[in-house]
């Protein structure tokens, strides 16, 4: 859609991922997309519609529920020449389909001493706060990021999406792209207003192991990825309100990671609070904590501080759920904790 005030393309993150998945299948006959409801439907979150319509069904093949059976199809494809792209339509669906993903997709490379490369994209859905329980609102993002042979994605906006999605699908590397569905842009969702944003209608690529700064400060980091990163810039802006300069950092990418722009900010403000919707011990706030804390401690004026999910089921009642999500409000609160322990 046209921004007529600003003469912006703007994108929702759905819309961005399909046109990057019809570019790349205009441009290369060995991509195609197969999953669940991913044909006429358009896939339930909306990031395959309207491909049915150009590439036809040989292209865009729809699934048995069979996580097992497709993805370790893809994961032959892959093999045989091919660049699918599969969706898992929900990340916590994964146990049904782990041994194809880790011991097949992800190893396979080596297994084969590099003479076999596993080029596909595995997307699926993360993200909670629509009372959809304990199957159907995780992350798992460490769960990905901790096991070796594939690159792991996140983006928070409908920019970096299209071009991490242009990324993975070139990549000879099996890339693992989650998606959060608050940030999609579906209607029945609602949707973070700050993913839309001005996305170029030409192909491009954005680096997968890049994080960015979006936005600069002095007196704490704020880390994050996905609906992460909306939730600190929320928290930056209330900070801001108290004269408190807080610098956002977007991950971007989990494997690899950015150490070094960690680094260098936490470097700046002497600050850190890790932001993060998966759960709380063992995870990606632990490895941002751990790579700054490694590297130079004495860079730090405060104990580090995350805020991200408790370690418990996600609840079903929408007050038990909303309670244990991450939220500006919360990292605020860490601020002021650190402050005070500071003294």
Not at 290 to 318: M, N, Q, S, W
Not at 320 to 328: I, S, T, V
């Amino acid at each position: 859609m046209l921004d007529q005030q600003t003469n912006e393309r703007r994108l929702t993150i759905a819309r961005a991922m399909a046109e990057a998945m019809a570019q790349e299948m205009r441009r290369d006959p060995s991509v195609f997309v197969m999953g669940e409801d991913i044909g006429p439907f358009g896939g339930i979150f909306g990031n395959t519609r309207g491909l049915i319509d150009e590439f036809g069904k040989d292209r865009v093949r729809d699934t048995p529920i069979s996580e097992t059976g497709f993805i370790s199809a893809a994961v032959g494809a892959a093999m045989d020449g091919m660049r699918p792209v599969v969706e898992l339509m929900f990340v916590d669906f994964f146990g049904v389909c782990f041994d194809a993903i880790y011991n097949q997709m992800a190893k396979n490379t080596y297994f084969s001493g590099g003479n076999s490369s596993v080029p596909m994209v595995l997307m699926t859905s993360t993200g909670g706060g629509y009372s959809d329980a304990g199957q159907h609102s995780q992350c798992l993002y460490g769960t990905f990021a901790h096991l070796p042979g594939m690159k792991v994605v996140s983006p928070s906006n409908a920019y970096d999406a299209k071009g991490l999605m242009t990324a993975a699908i070139r990549e000879d590397n099996p890339v693992v792209y989650m998606y959060h569905k608050g940030l999609q842009g579906m209607g029945w969702l609602g949707t973070e207003p700050g993913a839309t944003v001005h996305t170029p209608e030409e192909d491009y690529v954005v680096e997968i192991g890049k994080a960015k700064v979006v936005r600069e400060g002095s007196d704490v980091t704020l880390v994050g990825l996905a609906m992460g990163v909306h939730n600190a810039l929320k928290a930056a802006d209330k900070l801001a309100e108290d004269g408190v300069s807080a610098e956002v950092v977007d991950l971007v990418s989990l494997v690899p990671l950015d150490r070094e722009t960690v680094r260098a900010s936490v470097a700046k403000t002497g600050r850190l609070i890790v932001v993060d919707e998966d759960y709380h011990s063992y995870g990606v706030t632990g490895e941002i904590i751990a790579t700054v804390c490694e590297h130079d401690i004495g860079k730090l004026k405060a104990a580090p501080a995350r805020v991200a999910f408790p370690d418990v089921p996600i609840p079903y009642a929408r007050n038990m759920e909303q309670f244990c999500l991450p939220n500006a409000d919360k990292i605020v609160a860490a601020y002021r904790a650190m402050q005070k322990a500071e003294g």
